[in-house]
């Protein structure tokens, strides 16, 4: 499952955990709409079945045995901790079963109590979060149920035919294909209506979460052919699930350790060395390399004015900006406060100086919505080129940071080299002329 988020790869409203904001102001209207939208959908779904649905002693067994499960896979795994933002667990080996053995009204209803279980003793979170995830769960459940009894009606009470030949097998497998796509996308347009800049396939599937929700697709249909075999059986899927789920949390925890919370950027330390390694690289082969520090202008304004949130969701935008405009091999990180750094491999000065007047101008056009208007920014941008202003990763840091100060000093908003020693009026030049061509 992947959980309910209002941003790609980070947690730009944090601090509204930490108390410093209201939630009424914490999220776009976009994604308040979109949330009630899910929670109305939710709440027909189960007025409409509840009322027509006979609960039978081996359904409500059955439902109360996989609720069990669940919540020994979170007391087993709590420990562990969930890193903040995108996260994923095995969940769904317990509701894809729910959704095909039992009728679609205990698909909406057990989603329920786990997320309350999820935030009472795992992590607090948003609650946002929590009902997004929730209400994404039961509607994906329910359309699953509905696809899978038209094909098999009593799946645990009738002929157990369906688990050895004709289309039972076939059809829930399909069926938690449909649970999982419907899942994710429901998820994903709540992510993309936190901050609409985001590019779909960032909050859709890459490699990695694809080959995950391929796992829990088989995990899940695996679960449920053992507990329609009988309900005791599940004791036997119980332990393999946990260590997988353990496995999976701990991989996060430690790719969480690496990344920044607000913006999902490689934090300092990650970034230090990620770009130490693509320099050796890249001195060993000769080819150039630029290094990019880009600081927000008057941010301190923004957090005054705004809130320490809207602050937050501007450093978010910045940083999917950068995502979006630049390339896989680049090394992007948050250097600290408002300031991100940027490695640009195989990169002359003139490419560089293009790059950073590309994502000078982009970030200059970002909207973020604020209590009754927008906020938008301006950044000014330093430039260093290895070799050229530094020799190794230090020296071209502080190269890029003295081209920062003058890019603050000549009036902000704009691209600057570092004009250091005897280079100072070729780089005066050229910055003013790649300023006059970007003009023209």
């Not at 979060?129 to 359309?143: D, N, W």
């Not at 999982?180 to 209506?193: F, K, Q, R």
């Not at 990344?259 to 970034?271: C, E, V, Y």
Request: neutral net charge; charged residues 20%.
């Amino acid at each position: 499952m992947t959980a309910a988020h209002q941003a790609v790869k980070g947690d730009p409203v944090a601090a509204l955990v930490r108390g410093r904001t209201k939630p009424a102001d914490s999220h776009p209207i976009r994604l308040r709409s979109y949330a009630l939208a899910l929670v109305l959908i939710d709440v027909v779904l189960i007025a409409h079945w509840a009322t027509g649905t006979r609960f039978r002693t081996a359904d409500v067994l059955t439902a109360l045995a996989l609720l069990g499960c669940g919540a020994v896979c979170i007391e087993a795994t709590r420990r562990l901790g969930v890193p903040a933002g995108v996260s994923r667990d095995l969940l769904s080996a317990w509701w894809l079963p729910a959704a095909l053995l039992l009728p679609p009204l205990y698909a909406v209803l057990i989603p329920i109590p786990v997320n309350v279980l999820l935030q009472l003793r795992v992590r607090r979170t948003l609650v946002i979060r929590r009902v997004v995830s929730t209400a994404a769960v039961g509607i994906a459940g329910a359309t699953a149920s509905v696809l899978f009894h038209t094909v098999v009606p009593d799946p645990l009470t009738g002929p157990i035919g369906w688990l050895t030949g004709g289309p039972g097998v076939s059809a829930a497998v399909g069926a938690g294909v449909v649970f999982t796509v419907l899942n994710t996308a429901l998820v994903a347009a709540a992510a993309h209506s936190a901050v609409p800049d985001t590019r779909w396939r960032d909050v859709l599937w890459d490699q990695e979460s694809l080959l995950l929700d391929v796992v829990e697709l088989c995990v899940g249909v695996m679960v449920a052919i053992l507990c329609a075999l009988g309900t005791l059986l599940l004791v036997l899927a119980l332990p393999p699930v946990i260590l997988l789920q353990r496995s999976l949390l701990h991989q996060q925890l430690q790719a969480a350790a690496r990344m920044d919370a607000k913006t999902g950027l490689l934090n300092a330390a990650a970034w230090q060395r990620e770009a130490d390694i693509e320099i050796s690289h890249e001195r060993r082969d000769g080819d150039a390399v630029a290094l990019l520090i880009l600081d927000i202008d008057h941010f301190k304004q923004v957090n005054d004015m705004h809130g320490h949130l809207i602050g937050d969701q501007v450093l978010a935008g910045v940083a999917a900006t950068l995502t979006n405009q630049l390339r896989a091999a680049d090394v992007v990180g948050r250097f600290g406060g408002e300031e991100f750094v940027v490695l640009l491999p195989r990169t002359d000065l003139v490419e560089a100086c293009r790059v950073a007047e590309r994502l000078r101008t982009q970030i200059g056009r970002m909207a973020v919505p604020a209590e009754h208007s927008t906020v938008s920014i301006t950044v000014s941008v330093g430039v260093a080129l290895l070799r050229t202003h530094g020799e190794d990763l230090i020296e071209l840091l502080t190269a890029a940071d003295m081209a920062l100060y003058r890019a603050k000093e000549s009036g902000r908003d704009r691209v600057c080299l570092p004009g250091r020693g005897g280079d100072g009026a070729a780089a005066e030049r050229l910055t003013v002329q790649w300023g006059d061509a970007t003009a023209g």
